[in-house]
Every structure is written in structure tokens, then in C-alpha cells.
């Protein structure tokens, strides 16, 4: 049996991958284990999880296979400043000495590593590799994928130099067709008005895509006129006076701030108008090039599927265009489309371009519900919760869910533990907090009191596949939360004239379905189809709760607070439980209540733990 360990490190989302005759044994986020939101450090824990799941040594492993090649993009640093000199000596300065010590020599920095982790020499270690950055995104994409041959499109702020780059994928080969290099960059223009916004770049992107509803894209002409050449076939060049990642240590500069009537919104302060209005723009623009480029890749491949992967593929709102109105009979988007998903691609790049194996497709995509990380046994469980004293009942499924489906109809919030751990940035009901979507409080009580987090935030649905249409304008699927459809009319309620005329935060305290909680203001919603097949317990509770209620949809959000990893452990669930305003705890069969459980320190020391994202 072949086993190729995948790695991806040392710039956001440390990860790894095990592949075992090119299956997905395990896969994890370092993040998950360090407690450090987007941590880029040697995934040390991940990799432990990996092996241990397999029951394999480091000495066991055919090949590690890292998802980057660190020589090809030291060159494109060093090019961009040679190309930009005397701009960006001091970017310069501060990068050079990481670079020189560290990013350069990374073989040998990951053959340490890896040595210090297996505890033998550096000569005892199986063979390193190194992918392309694009080709490990290329290769998550396509070989997990459903379909035995495609378009693939990778979209992301850069790797080596490749920005946005276009495959297609035939059995067990991808191949390249062409690219956009840096500094032109979608993700990164994107970013961009992340931070002039006054969000985290590579955290805070999400948070302008939920923003951009409460806007009107007032700005879209002169994101159009000034800072995008964007040609009909999706291609695009950015003007490069206005921004400064090339050369400094911010993303946008003043001629940037004098296009947009001022400085950039300094972070936690509050969000105006401008903002919003900013954030509908830079959204619209975004879905324009992604549905250009999809029509120019169908155009040119004549293939009927599109995978998708890349920062940018975490766009769910563009994913929804191009599976609405683009061109492609269906498309398939990695969930873990970031940098965490390039250690699955790494991996498959060995087994299949390196050794040529055959790939095996049926109908379904090959990444068993993204369910790859830590489970824990009952025996786990018990043992935690006694050691702190903990009060609960313990239930067998029969008894659990009906009782489950009673508490949410309550309007109770319940942080659910079950199962594997989800691999990528969306909780799909493994380690979630659930509630009634039905419940017109549901959105400010999680985002205020259990999420501590902006209440424009909105939420998402599970919903039971076989009902998806029911309630949303979807048919086919979307397991991994990564497509934004809209709320089916019937279920919607229409705005009065004045409400109409409501701007910005003030739009987010109108009902607007018989769904409100997961609802967002201009009716859409991001959708998770739960499947009987991938996540069976989840799938059982949806089943209680819409016999019970007749609603087949739950609110699903992450269970965990603002900037904070999604949890882990029993530990990491009881903890969030005690710190927040959760009512109710589900570990595997363990059912806890809060009032139930013994004194716990009210101390908000703890949310200084967690940068805030």
C-alpha cells in the first residue's frame, strides 16, 4: 500500500493530508490542535493526527509531499523588488532575513522537522517532494471530484507567481492551459478592500462578502475605471499605483484612500455606509470576473463540469452565479479550497501525475463529507466529563434526537460534538452550534451572545438534502456550505415601502422569511444539503426536528467564538459551552444543560486568548 503525507505550511492554514492508494485517510488543520486561528507553523500535530489515524510511523510514508515551491516564488519576491527598486526597501528589509534564514532552505527546514518529529536521521526519512503551489489547488480540485474529466479554474491571492490559473482535468491527469502571474490578482484586489475596510487580510474576507448586501455597488465603475482593466474574457490587469502590497507593508495607499473619499476604516470602529457600499462593489466585481472567466473556459475546453479551488473559491456568493448562470452543467468546488486543501492536492500530485495510477470515479466526490479530522470515543467522552465534574444524562439515539428536536423548538442553542471532525473553514455538523431558523431572535443571540462577533454576521442553513428544494431556488447539491442560493418566494415576506427605503445595519432587523435566522437581507442563504450518506446522525436530528416542527432546515454556524479555531476536543466543546451563552451541550450521546453544571468562573480574561479575526 502507497501512503504520501501532504504538507502545507509556513504562510496561512498549516495542514496535512495522508493518502493511502490515493484515498483520504485523514486530513487536519494545524489550527485545530495549537488553538491559534490560521496558524502557518510546520503542522506538527496534524501530521500525528494523520499517522496515527493509520496507525503508521513518519519511516513508513512513501512520500511527503510539500504544496509550494518555495525557489520559484523566492524568485518572484526577488524580481518584484528589483522591478519596483527604490520602492519597498523597507518591505525588503523585513522580508529578506525570514526569507534568507528560513523560506529559502525550507527543504532542510522541513527535513529537520519532519527528523525531530520521527525522532530518527534526516537520511531515514521517506523521499521530500515539492508541487506547484496552483498545481496542488489544480489537483484537490479534480482528483477528489466527481467527475472523470473537467475545467478546473484556481483562484487565489498568489502562489509562486500564478494568481489565477485555468486546467483541465482527464482521468488521472491534470494539465495546464494558461495563467494570470502577480501582481495581478483577483484574490488579492479582493483583499485589498478587505483591509480598507478594516477587516484581517486571509481571515477577514468572508466578512466583506456577508457585508456586501447592506450596500449598494455604487463603486463598481470606478473599481472598473481606475483600479481593473477587466477584458470581456474574464483576463484582467490591476493598476498597480494604487496598491502597495508589491512594495510595502500595507495593501492600498493614499491614492487608494483619495479614490474611495478617505483612510481606510480603522479596525473595530464602527462600520458606516461607505463600507457597505464599498463591500457590495468590490462582491459585484468580483462575480463579474468569475462568471467572464468561466464562460471563456467553457469556450475554450468545451467541457461540460467546472472545479473549482483557491481562496477565492470560498466566494460562495460568485459560486452560486456560476452554478445559476454560467455555462457548465455542474460544477464542484474543494472544501477546503484554501491553502489547508493544497496538502490533499500535494499528496495526489505524487500518486497520480508522479506515479501514474488509475482513478477510479462513481458518481460521487472522493472527500467522504470533508468528516477527515479527530473523532473521540465514548470511553474519551466520560472520562473528560467526570474528571470535571460535569453533569449529564447520557441518551441512545432514539431517546437523543426527539428530546434534541424538542429543545431547539424551544429556541435553546445547542453546541453539537459528533463524529469526525470537518476538514476546511465551514463547521458541516461535527463540531457546530445549532438552533431554530424559524426563531426571529436566533441571529443577534448567536452573533452577540454566544459568537461575541459583528451582528451583520449572517448565518446558514442545513437542510435535509432531499428537502433543499423546498425551501431554497436549488437543486443539486451543496454539502460543503460553499454555495449562496436564494430563499424560495413562497417562504419570503415582503418589504413595505418604507422598509424599502431602510439603508445599511438598519435592514437587518426586518423579518424577511418564515425563515429568519438563516435569511440574509437580500434573501439569500448560504446552503449545506446534510446527506443520510456522509453524516448520518447529523441527517437523523434534521429528520427529528422536521417531524416535530415541519421545518427540515436548522440554523448550523461554527462551534466556536470570534477568532477562535473551530473546536477539537471534548475539552475545546465544554470549555466554549461554560464561556458562552449556549444552553445546551451534545457530546456524541452525552446531553448536557447549562444550568445543570457546576460554578464556573465568570472571568472575559479568556477572550483576550483569541486574536480577534
Given amino acids: 500500500m502507497s501512503n504520501i503525507l501532504g504538507i502545507s505550511a509556513y504562510y496561512h492554514d498549516a495542514a496535512a493530508a495522508l493518502l493511502q492508494d490515493g484515498d483520504i485517510v485523514a486530513a487536519a488543520q494545524e489550527e485545530r490542535f495549537t488553538r491559534k486561528k490560521h496558524d502557518p507553523a510546520f503542522p506538527a500535530h496534524a501530521i500525528e493526527y494523520c499517522l496515527g489515524e493509520a496507525g503508521l510511523s513518519l519511516r513508513d510514508l512513501d512520500h511527503v509531499v510539500f504544496y509550494d515551491k518555495p525557489l520559484v516564488k523566492f524568485e518572484r519576491l526577488l524580481e518584484t523588488y528589483l522591478s519596483y527598486a527604490p520602492n519597498g526597501f523597507r518591505s525588503f528589509v523585513q522580508a529578506m532575513p525570514i526569507w534568507l534564514k528560513e523560506k529559502l532552505y525550507l527543504k532542510s527546514t522541513l527535513k529537520q522537522e519532519l527528523s525531530d518529529l520521527a525522532g530518527c536521521k534526516k537520511s531515514e526519512l521517506p523521499e521530500l517532494m515539492f508541487a506547484g503551489h496552483h498545481q496542488s489547488h489544480a489537483a484537490s480540485a479534480f482528483y477528489f471530484s466527481p467527475y472523470d474529466r473537467a475545467a478546473v479554474l484556481c483562484l487565489d491571492g498568489v502562489g509562486e507567481w500564478a494568481t489565477t490559473s485555468v486546467w483541465r482535468g482527464v482521468g488521472n491527469k491534470v494539465e495546464p492551459l494558461w495563467e494570470i502571474d502577480f501582481p495581478h490578482s483577483l484574490g488579492l484586489l479582493y483583499s485589498a478592500f478587505t483591509y480598507f475596510t478594516g477587516f484581517r487580510v486571509n481571515s477577514g474576507e468572508y466578512k466583506l462578502m456577508g457585508l456586501a448586501p447592506y450596500g449598494e455597488p455604487k463603486y463598481v465603475d470606478l473599481i472598473l475605471d481606475k483600479l481593473l482593466d477587466l ?31 478617505g483612510p481606510e ?35 475554450e475546453t468545451g467541457e461540460k463540469n467546472l472545479c473549482l479551488a483557491g481562496g477565492v ?38 500518486w497520480y501525475d508522479e506515479s501514474e495510477q488509475p482513478r477510479q470515479v462513481n458518481g460521487h466526490d472522493l472527500m467522504r463529507g470533508s468528516y477527515l479530522g479527530p473523532r473521540f470515543t465514548r470511553e474519551q467522552i466520560k472520562a473528560y466529563l467526570d474528571s470535571v465534574d460535569a453533569k449529564y444524562v447520557e441518551l441512545p439515539d432514539e431517546e437523543l434526537m426527539p428530546r434534541l428536536a424538542g429543545i431547539l423548538d424551544d429556541e435553546h442553542v445547542v453546541g453539537w460534538f459528533q463524529g469526525r471532525m470537518e476538514f476546511g473553514p465551514r463547521a458541516l455538523g461535527g463540531r457546530s452550534i445549532i438552533g431554530d431558523p424559524r426563531s426571529a431572535k436566533m441571529q443577534t443571540v448567536m452573533n452577540l ?25 436549488q437543486e443539486a447539491e451543496s454539502p460543503y456550505m460553499l454555495i449562496v442560493g436564494p430563499v424560495r418566494d413562497e417562504l419570503r415576506i415582503p418589504l413595505t415601502p418604507e422598509q424599502q427605503k431602510l439603508f445599511g445595519i438598519e435592514k437587518l432587523k426586518l423579518k424577511r422569511s418564515e425563515l429568519p435566522a438563516i435569511t440574509h437581507v437580500d434573501y439569500s442563504a448560504r446552503i449545506q444539503t446534510v446527506h443520510a450518506e456522509t453524516n448520518p446522525r447529523y441527517h437523523a436530528l434534521l429528520k427529528a426536528f422536521d417531524e416535530k416542527t415541519g421545518c427540515g432546515v436548522l440554523v448550523n454556524t461554527s462551534f466556536n467564538v470570534r477568532g477562535e479555531p473551530i473546536v477539537c476536543t471534548p475539552e475545546d466543546a465544554y470549555r466554549c459551552f461554560m464561556r458562552t451563552e449556549m444552553d445546551y451541550l451534545v457530546l456524541e450521546n452525552f ?9 464556573w468562573e465568570k472571568d472575559d480574561s479568556w477572550q483576550q486568548e483569541f486574536e480577534l479575526d
Fill in 449 to 473: 451572545k454566544i459568537k461575541y462577533r459583528e451582528s451583520f454576521r449572517p448565518f446558514a442553513p442545513s437542510v435535509l438534502a432531499e428537502r433543499v428544494s423546498d425551501y431554497f431556488e
Fill in 265 to 299: 476604516r480603522r479596525a473595530e470602529s464602527d462600520l458606516t455606509q461607505r463600507e457597505m457600499d464599498i463591500a457590495a462593489s468590490i462582491q459585484k466585481v468580483t462575480e463579474e470576473v468569475v462568471l467572464r472567466l468561466a464562460r471563456t473556459i467553457h469556450n
Fill in 231 to 261: 477584458k470581456d474574457d474574464g483576463t484582467f490587469r490591476l493598476d498597480m499605483q494604487y496598491f502597495n502590497y508589491c512594495t510595502g507593508l500595507t495593501m492600498t495607499n493614499k491614492k487608494f484612500a483619495d479614490l474611495f473619499g
Fill in 591 to 599: 446531553l448536557l444543560a447549562k444550568p445543570d453544571q457546576p460554578h
Fill in 313 to 350: 473559491a470560498l466566494n460562495c456568493v460568485a459560486n452560486g452565479r456560476i452554478q445559476r448562470e454560467g455555462p457548465f452543467d455542474s460544477i464542484w468546488i474543494q472544501p477546503a479550497a484554501g491553502d489547508a486543501g493544497g496538502a490533499i492536492g500535494a499528496a495526489a500530485v505524487a
